[in-house]
């Protein structure tokens, strides 16, 4: 069966109802009976309106900012195993919810889990080798605990991508596309009208210039951008100046071994860095005023100078895809 789409509207009505019995200590499972939507789509609405309600307070290993994540895995000096870790799943966790850090902690906390899982044979924590043992507990917390143990689960942020419109490829994906346009377009003329813009680069994307394409409206795109902008550039490093990976999901069983490749080529981590650097610049030159006043990109170490990038050129540019410039000409 094809689950039903329910309007904005029907949500809210849903999310008011449920959380009416909520508040008169009605259990989730009996307060969405008969309501016609499953648990797990009302927190997932509930997130998507208010995405840090009710989320898992950070330990004091995960009290960071993606500033200070950057800046430690860009440290030379920096030997501490723990500390580089920690940034790192913070990294990992902002390159999938950049607007939402109350998502970050129970994200980090999975990460440190399944690093920590695969290949070992402990079944409880006292089971830990003390190093193994010590990163545990810099990320596991009773409340976060509490949540995984109840039908708070279904709040908790999922690393998992659904592939659009049943295609090989993912938001992240479409959205390193739409970076990759704006970096790459070159104006016909001076004329401002004619720069780089989001107009263009939607119109662009519902031409299907490029093999990723996803049937969104304007307003949902315009979203859609406001929500990740700030990890865009990282995104399109990562898939069109490759090196590392990171956007990591750690369900999969290569994630320890792709957290390990991280922290024995420190180095190469450091030039991807300077390369997301050089994109986010680029893109600020691109982009006009208004455009990036909605976005907070990440500040780097004075320390670490950007690497210079060439972006690949774009596909062809047709006659129909200029007339949609036009007709959605900011």
Same mark, same amino acid.
């Given at each position: 069966?094809?689950?039903?789409?329910?309007?904005?509207?029907?949500?809210?009505?849903?999310?008011?109802?449920?959380?009416?019995?909520?508040?008169?200590?009605?259990?989730?499972?009996?307060?969405?009976?008969?309501?016609?939507?499953?648990?797990?789509?009302?927190? %997932?609405?509930? #997130?998507?309106? /208010?995405?840090?309600?009710?989320?898992?307070? &950070?330990?004091?290993?995960?009290?960071? +900012? !993606? @500033?200070?994540?950057?800046?430690?895995?860009?440290?030379?000096?920096?030997?501490?195993?723990?500390?580089?870790?920690?940034?790192?799943?913070?990294?990992?966790?902002?390159?999938?919810?950049?607007?939402?850090?109350?998502?970050?902690?129970?994200?980090?906390?999975?990460?440190?889990?399944?690093?920590?899982?695969?290949? %070992?044979?402990? #079944?409880?924590? /006292?089971?830990?080798?003390?190093?193994?043992? &010590?990163?545990?507990?810099?990320?596991? +917390? !009773? @409340?976060?605990?509490?949540?995984?143990?109840?039908?708070?689960?279904?709040?908790?942020?999922?690393?998992?991508?659904?592939?659009?419109?049943?295609?090989?490829?993912?938001?992240?994906?479409?959205?390193?596309?739409?970076?990759?346009?704006?970096?790459?377009?070159?104006?016909?003329?001076?004329?401002?009208?004619?720069?780089?813009?989001?107009?263009?680069?939607?119109?662009?994307?519902?031409?299907?210039?490029?093999?990723?394409?996803?049937?969104? +409206?304007?307003?949902?795109?315009?979203?859609?951008?406001?929500?990740?902008?700030?990890?865009?550039?990282?995104?399109?490093?990562?898939?069109?100046?490759?090196?590392?990976?990171?956007?990591?999901?750690?369900?999969?069983?290569?994630?320890?071994?792709?957290?390990?490749?991280?922290?024995?080529?420190?180095?190469?981590?450091?030039?991807?860095?300077?390369?997301?650097?050089?994109?986010?610049?680029?893109?600020?030159?691109?982009?006009?005023?208004?455009?990036?006043?909605?976005?907070?990109?990440?500040?780097?170490?004075?320390?670490?100078?950007?690497?210079?990038?060439?972006?690949?050129?774009?596909?062809?540019?047709?006659?129909?895809?200029?007339?949609?410039?036009?007709?959605?000409?900011?």
């Amino acid at each position: 069966m094809v689950p039903k789409r329910h309007s904005l509207a029907e949500q809210d009505r849903i999310i008011a109802r449920f959380e009416e019995a909520r508040s008169l200590d009605v259990r989730p499972a009996e307060a969405i009976a008969g309501l016609g939507a499953s648990l797990a789509s009302v927190y %997932r609405w509930q #997130r998507a309106r /208010n995405p840090s309600k009710g989320m898992p307070a &950070a330990t004091f290993a995960q009290e960071l +900012s !993606i @500033d200070t994540a950057i800046a430690r895995l860009c440290d030379e000096r920096n030997d501490d195993r723990h500390t580089f870790l920690d940034a790192l799943f913070k990294f990992i966790a902002w390159l999938r919810w950049p607007t939402t850090p109350g998502d970050h902690p129970a994200a980090m906390m999975v990460c440190a889990v399944s690093y920590l899982s695969a290949g %070992r044979s402990a #079944r409880t924590l /006292n089971e830990l080798p003390p190093d193994a043992l &010590a990163l545990a507990l810099r990320h596991v +917390s !009773i @409340d976060t605990l509490k949540r995984i143990c109840s039908d708070d689960l279904f709040a908790m942020p999922s690393f998992e991508l659904w592939k659009l419109d049943d295609q090989p490829y993912t938001k992240l994906d479409y959205l390193a596309q739409v970076t990759h346009f704006i970096l790459a377009y070159c104006p016909p003329s001076a004329d401002p009208r004619d720069a780089a813009s989001l107009s263009k680069a939607y119109a662009a994307m519902d031409s299907g210039l490029f093999k990723y394409k996803w049937s969104i +409206s304007r307003r949902t795109f315009s979203t859609f951008w406001k929500e990740s902008a700030a990890s865009a550039p990282f995104h399109y490093v990562e898939r069109l100046h490759p090196g590392l990976e990171f956007s990591l999901d750690p369900s999969k069983n290569d994630f320890a071994e792709n957290i390990d490749e991280a922290y024995s080529r420190r180095g190469e981590l450091r030039r991807h860095l300077a390369r997301c650097r050089a994109a986010i610049e680029l893109l600020q030159n691109k982009l006009d005023r208004r455009s990036l006043e909605v976005i907070r990109f990440p500040r780097f170490p004075l320390s670490l100078s950007a690497e210079v990038i060439e972006p690949p050129e774009l596909p062809k540019i047709t006659d129909a895809i200029r007339a949609k410039f036009r007709k959605w000409r900011n």
